[in-house]
């Protein structure tokens, strides 16, 4: 889009100037108190005021949006939806309350609170290439900020990793995804629900320590991967709800603020985040982790316009 400031700069044409010289002269002369009127009427200009025209704007073509996500009612346990728009299989996480945060570990997971949620659907994996590539052919979402991974030198855009997680995309190009597919990123809350319920499990698949058949993590160095690997890999390691990946592989987007403090004062029920902050949260760990940094109550920051081989995202849609 233009900036309004620079057209409001520019020279009015000619004939809307000469009007505007007579509106101001004001000519007793009957002649000229005929054409002043007629020109008036016809430039819209008003005594006393000169007001310069803006060159009309052309607006980008409204991209297609995909129609609205139909939900069956009464969505239960166990129930699953497949996103018309990108075809992303979504789980649902019915209502309740479960322990947020943590116990003696980083400072900004705690205290541990009681959260009550309302239910929600959630993607069952982080968002791939393929998905994303439908949003940016529509026009909607901006390419990722690199087309390649740790590893691979062609990575988004390369058909064999179509079903890889997105990366290099920013918290707004995951927020612009999230509405093009009819949803939104989940809250804090929301994510760290879906990742460990109500009995307050240290990781998605319980309290056991993470391993390579449950999760991807370790780094360069590690022995898993060394770098993403295709969405859902590891059915071992769903949550309650079925959620897969939400632990290792890449960093995921949330909603929220960032505030260290926040758990002490916010609300009890759907708390949405602050109000405001310089970093967003990222939640789940990534293939370059260590094993401790995928615990589901862990919280990270960036600033939200950083984009980086270890972040990616899923949506949610609210329940009915």
């Known amino acids: 889009m233009r900036d309004a400031t620079i057209e409001r700069e520019r020279i009015v044409p000619n004939e809307r100037a000469f009007a505007a010289w007579l509106c101001?002269?004001?000519?007793?002369?009957?002649?000229?108190?005929?054409?002043?009127?007629?020109?008036?009427v016809w430039?819209?200009?008003?005594?006393?005021?000169?007001?310069?025209?803006?060159?009309p704007v052309p607006s980008p073509?409204?991209?297609?949006?995909?129609?609205?996500?139909?939900?069956?009612?009464?969505?239960?346990?166990?129930?699953?939806?497949t996103r018309p728009s990108d075809g992303m299989l979504m789980v649902?996480?019915?209502?309740?309350?479960?322990?947020?945060?943590?116990?003696?570990?980083?400072?900004?997971?705690?205290?541990?609170?009681?959260?009550?949620?309302?239910?929600?659907?959630?993607?069952?994996?982080?968002?791939?290439n393929a998905q994303y590539g439908r949003c940016a052919e529509a026009g909607v979402c901006a390419?990722?900020?690199?087309?390649?991974?740790?590893?691979?030198?062609?990575?988004?855009?390369n058909s064999a990793y179509d079903d890889y997680p997105v990366m290099y995309v920013s918290w707004h190009q995951a927020s612009a995804y999230c509405a093009w597919a009819g949803a939104r990123l989940p809250t804090e809350a929301e994510w760290e629900y879906a990742a460990r319920g109500g009995d307050g499990s240290t990781h998605p698949w319980g309290d056991s320590a993470p391993d390579c058949a449950r999760a991807n993590y370790g780094g360069k160095d590690g022995k898993c991967v060394k770098d993403t690997i295709s969405v859902g890999s590891f059915s071992a390691g769903a949550s309650w709800c079925g959620a897969l990946d939400m632990a290792g592989n890449v960093w995921e987007w949330v909603a929220d603020w960032y505030q260290g403090d926040y758990y002490a004062s916010s609300p009890p029920s759907n708390p949405p985040g602050p109000d405001g902050g310089k970093y967003k949260v990222a939640r789940g760990g990534s293939?370059?982790?260590?094993?401790?940094?995928?615990?589901?109550?862990?919280?990270n920051i960036y600033f939200p316009g950083i984009q980086d081989d270890v972040l990616g995202f899923r949506c949610v849609l609210s329940g009915e």
Request: proline letters at 9%.
């Open 24 to 40: 101001r002269s004001r000519r007793s002369f009957g002649w000229a108190i005929l054409w002043v009127a007629i020109l008036w």
């Open 43 to 55: 430039a819209g200009c008003e005594p006393g005021t000169i007001e310069p025209t803006l060159d």
């Open 61 to 81: 073509e409204s991209p297609t949006l995909p129609p609205p996500l139909a939900l069956a009612a009464g969505a239960g346990p166990g129930d699953t939806h």
């Open 92 to 128: 649902y996480a019915p209502a309740g309350e479960f322990h947020m945060g943590s116990v003696g570990e980083a400072v900004d997971e705690q205290p541990l609170h009681s959260v009550a949620l309302d239910g929600f659907w959630i993607d069952q994996t982080e968002v791939t």
């Open 143 to 157: 390419p990722p900020a690199k087309s390649n991974s740790d590893t691979h030198d062609a990575y988004y855009g």
């Open 287 to 299: 293939w370059l982790n260590h094993w401790h940094s995928i615990h589901v109550a862990n919280r």
